[in-house]
């Protein structure tokens, strides 16, 4: 089954440079081979089942401790 998650990491940081929370959460998705789409807003991986769910977890930790404050996840199947 292939799904597709979408997460965003606070505190936000406005313009410029995205904080290194959002980084560092993007280039663990990144390493892992999902399929990623980094914005503004948040970021979207996507992949099979078997690939995704496992890297969850890892991103929230990789966040938190890169000073994410908070993290907000969704994730739905990507027909």
Same mark, same amino acid.
């Given at each position: 089954?292939? +799904?597709? &998650?979408?997460?965003?990491? %606070?505190?936000?940081?406005? !313009?410029?440079?995205?904080? =290194?929370?959002? +980084?560092? &959460?993007?280039?663990?998705? %990144?390493?892992?081979?999902? !399929?990623?789409?980094?914005? =503004?807003?948040?970021?979207?991986?996507?992949?099979?089942? %078997?690939?995704?769910?496992?890297?969850?977890?890892?991103?929230?930790?990789?966040?938190?401790?890169?000073?994410?404050?908070?993290?907000?996840?969704?994730?739905?199947?990507?027909?």
């Amino acid at each position: 089954m292939r +799904l597709r &998650a979408e997460f965003t990491t %606070e505190p936000f940081h406005g !313009e410029g440079e995205a904080p =290194p929370h959002a +980084l560092a &959460a993007l280039e663990l998705a %990144e390493s892992a081979g999902l !399929e990623c789409d980094f914005g =503004p807003l948040g970021t979207s991986v996507a992949g099979s089942d %078997e690939r995704l769910l496992p890297v969850l977890g890892e991103i929230m930790v990789t966040a938190f401790a890169h000073g994410a404050t908070r993290v907000t996840m969704q994730v739905e199947q990507d027909d």
